[in-house]
């Protein structure tokens, strides 16, 4: 297309061990906001590396104004007009505004009066409606500020082509509201922007067009005016087709997880969970849907003890547990597969039979008083690894030397082996490739036949639905309704994720 | 054009190996060059080196001596580091131990009983351990860098000893040098064979077997492998990481004390300005070399004491002894090296289209 400002085909990149972009072909027109979307890990920051120069592609090719670019630093990009803000800012704090704006860029005029770069910086800032005091160090301003600067240092670089990497996730609403006005005028200015998210709504309110990618792949290009939610929803999480699962009726029991209005901070001390509360049963399977990153983490963590609360309790089985450390809440039986499968739940340097004593190597058997009962040890590894199928050389094989699969059956394999009343999975299939996924869906249906109670977090919308008695979605840390997946629609759940709640939803009855 | 590093998927325990192995060799042939340039044969040089360190019956032992304090040290410096602890004051730690034992055999200059042994062992011990404790505090409480706080430690402690030999504890008979009297008879570790290698080796190997069954086999030992490998799965156990920080300060602390104590009561037979030549810094590199290993540590350790006693013979030659401290910087600076390639393989991106 003639207008097309940037035109990337047939992008591919690789990492070790994964597809990061297969074939993705992306447009950007002059003068649009086009959003990105899709889950974590789609490849939506790794296609925007490769544009701005930080990464190069296996293959595919980069047309700029319609002649085909070779971008092979960040530095050849800027010539290019294109510009990236990154999620980490990449500024330093002891230096002024200015400083940081102009650092490390060469322009013709070399001496240029820190004075007259002062006004330039401020002319840029208003004419985009960004207040900034050119003169501030860097740390004294806030995230948002910062992120002003970040922008301005792209615009002052001449970028016309601007890529902002998930610009909110750090923001204030009301520094959002700021943002999208600034990317407004923008845009009308005749600047292209690439927005990065995996938040719907934001999506819906700033974007002209959006492209959805899916583990790596492109999904579809749409006009923003023509789309829904609940479409985005759909083309983001996917379908994927889930069979020989042997799900019985099922005995819901007494109460075993319980929370109450329960509040915690993220990472960067913003407010994730706000006032949450439900509760699990033994024999049931509890789901919670929602896209990555509004509040799933934080929720599993502070039930895990890994995390403290600011608000609320944690009751297992009737004992209050709220932010008791890790060890207490081990021994009264939760077990936790965690997201980060080699980072948190493996210890990649130790051997399998190591890793399988992670949460049990206080007691007997495995131990006496301070000594390990190494024989024990041994034993119990190659049972657990016949009865779970993982697939190794070894029992002195280094847990990271196992596939992603057979890593998350060693997981599975020994928080079961602890037989526990309340299991909490986060993402367990993410990343897994069909009969790993069902193996593992598998293990969670035995868990719930024997009377377990599994808080079950995804972001895959089939196997939430397949696998829950109960489903609830959360948005920004809030619960936005519980739900019996049996009985309700897809797209109702769609429009939950994006913010709506349950009782807007003007719908025949669909509590559970 | 361009060099990258490419991390590798797997190493090999055969790096592991050869990793120590060619750093020595390397760096025995950047110091043959240092030897030629300063105009000595270099095989003349390490002929020298050799036969002083293990050509004979008195060379051997004497290299067993040096080898005692390195070993202790070196053991201490190891399990700390296996706990990705950067204790890197033992040799401050060395200094308190050493004071802790002259104090308790000062207290009795004419003791002869049987205990005054074992409570020296057990003063220097505690010594070391407390002054390891400070930066493991410090860092389990409010993670303050531990390289800095232990480092400096070493200083305050090097000098709190001269302050002790140079002032209160000054051997009134010793012409104003700095040192304390003589220790009592009673306080003298036993030697064997007529050497000077004293029962502190019985102590050090001892020590490497223990700490190399606690690493294998009990939950401490466990516990120190995981949360050196992956501190946040160490949480995720439920794992108490910092009464763990503290014990292995202690320990890795206590056991360079143990060397200090060793080293007066064995060797020195008093408390002095300079108790060590650095033991505790060379200690680092043995901890290295022998991958944290503590049966290698044994080995390593005797290796080294070989290069510092060797070191003392080429000055028959002419050339200055501080060569032997040339090497032991350019194995460590190997070592570092080597470390970097067992884990990434070095990559030429040639051309300048992708």
């Known amino acids: ?512 | 054009m361009s060099l990258t590093l490419e991390k590798r998927d797997t190493f090999s325990t055969l790096t592991n190996f050869l990793v120590p192995v060619i750093s020595i060799v390397v760096a025995l042939l950047i110091g043959a060059l240092i030897i030629s340039l300063s105009g000595f044969s270099p095989l003349t040089a390490y002929y020298e080196m050799f036969a002083g360190a293990f050509g004979s019956g008195y060379s051997i032992s004497e290299t067993i001596v040096k080898a005692i304090p390195l070993m202790l040290c070196a053991l201490g410096v190891g399990l700390a580091f296996k706990t990705v602890l950067w204790n890197i004051g033992a040799e401050g730690q060395l200094y308190v131990g050493a004071w802790a034992a002259g104090w308790v055999a000062l207290s009795f200059p004419d003791g002869q009983s049987w205990w005054l042994i074992p409570l020296m062992m057990l003063a220097g011990f505690i010594g070391g351990a407390l002054w390891g404790l400070i930066p493991g505090i410090l860092k389990a409480s409010m993670n303050v860098n531990e390289i800095i706080t232990s480092l400096l430690l070493n200083y305050v402690a090097i000098l709190g000893v001269d302050y002790f030999v140079y002032g209160p504890w000054k051997d009134p008979k010793g012409y104003g040098f700095p040192f304390s009297p003589f220790f009592g008879q009673g306080a003298w570790l036993p030697t064997f064979f007529g050497t000077r290698i004293h029962l502190g080796i019985i102590f050090a190997v001892l020590a490497a077997l223990i700490l190399y069954y606690l690493l294998k086999s009990m939950r401490l030992g466990y516990e120190i492998r995981v949360i050196g490998e992956n501190v946040l799965a160490a949480r995720y156990a439920g794992m108490n990481i910092f009464r763990t920080i503290l014990i292995v300060f202690a320990i890795s602390g206590g056991l360079a004390g143990l060397a200090g104590m060793a080293e007066v009561s064995g060797v020195i037979h008093r408390l002095q300005h300079a108790i060590s030549p650095g033991y505790g810094y060379t200690a680092i590199i043995i901890a290295w070399l022998s991958r944290l290993n503590p049966i290698a540590t044994v080995i390593v350790s005797i290796l080294f004491g070989g290069l510092l006693v060797g070191g003392f013979s080429v000055r028959s030659l002419g050339l200055s002894e501080s060569l032997v401290y040339i090497i032991q910087g350019i194995i460590l600076f190997l070592l570092l090296a080597g470390e970097i390639l067992t884990r990434y393989r070095v990559v030429w991106r040639g051309g300048s289209r992708g």
């Open chain 1, 1 to 512: 297309m003639e207008n097309d400002v940037v035109r990337m085909v047939g992008i591919v990149k690789r990492f070790p061990g994964v597809l990061a972009n297969d074939r993705v072909d992306f447009e950007v027109k002059r003068g649009e906001i086009h959003a990105l979307l899709g889950e974590n890990g789609a490849g939506k920051t790794t296609l925007m590396c490769v544009l701005a120069g930080i990464y190069r592609p296996d293959a595919g090719a980069i047309y700029i104004n319609d002649r085909r670019v070779n971008i092979r630093n960040p530095r050849d990009a800027i010539k290019e007009e294109i510009g990236m803000v990154h999620q980490n800012f990449l500024l330093v704090t002891p230096y002024t505004v200015t400083e940081n704006i102009t650092l490390g860029f060469n322009r013709p005029k070399l001496f240029l009066g820190r004075k007259e770069l002062e006004q330039e910086i401020l002319q840029i800032g208003d004419k985009f409606g960004m207040k900034i005091d050119p003169q501030a160090k860097i740390w004294q301003l806030s995230v948002g500020e910062q992120q002003r600067v970040e922008i301005l240092k792209m615009l002052y670089r001449g970028a016309q082509i601007l890529v902002l990497d998930e610009p909110t996730a750090v923001l204030t609403p009301q520094e959002v509201n700021d943002l999208f006005l600034t990317l407004r005028k923008m845009a009308s200015a005749g600047h292209s922007i690439v927005f990065i998210s995996h938040k719907l709504d934001e999506v819906m309110k700033i974007s002209d067009r959006v492209t959805v990618l899916k583990k790596g792949r492109k999904e579809a290009t749409v006009n923003t005016k023509d789309t829904s939610p609940k479409e985005l929803a759909r083309l983001m999480v996917g379908k994927e087709v889930l069979f020989n699962l042997r799900k019985s009726e099922g005995k819901k029991g007494e109460v075993v997880l319980s929370v109450k209005e329960l509040q915690a901070l993220s990472d960067k001390s913003l407010p994730a969970l706000k006032k949450v509360t439900f509760s699990v049963h033994s024999g049931e399977i509890f789901g919670i849907a929602g896209v990555a990153g509004n509040g799933q983490k934080e929720l599993s963590e502070v039930i895990a003890g890994l995390r403290p609360a600011r608000g609320g309790k944690v009751l297992i089985c009737g004992k209050d547990l709220t932010s008791m450390p890790p060890l207490k809440i081990i021994e009264e039986g939760v077990a936790y597969i965690p997201e980060d499968r080699k980072g948190v739940g493996t210890v990649g340097n130790l051997s399998i039979a190591d890793n399988l004593i992670l949460k049990n190597y206080r007691h007997p058997p495995f131990s006496q008083g301070q000594f390990l009962n190494l024989r024990t040890i041994k034993n119990h590894a190659s049972s657990l690894v016949e009865k779970f199928q993982i697939i190794t050389p070894s029992l002195d094989t280094s847990a990271k030397l196992l596939s992603g699969g057979n890593l998350q059956r060693l997981i599975l394999a020994r928080e079961i082996s602890c037989s526990p009343k309340l299991m909490i999975a986060v993402h367990p299939t993410r990343g897994l490739d069909i009969s790993a996924t069902e193996a593992v869906h598998q293990m969670l249906l035995d868990q719930r036949e024997k009377g377990a109670a599994i808080l079950f977090i995804s972001e895959d919308l089939d196997e939430l639905t397949t696998l829950s008695d109960r489903l609830a979605v959360i948005y920004e840390g809030e619960i936005m309704g519980i739900v019996n997946p049996a009985l309700v629609a897809l797209e109702e759940i769609g429009l939950m994720m994006a913010g709506k709640r349950i009782e807007t939803l003007e719908k025949r009855e669909v509590k559970a």
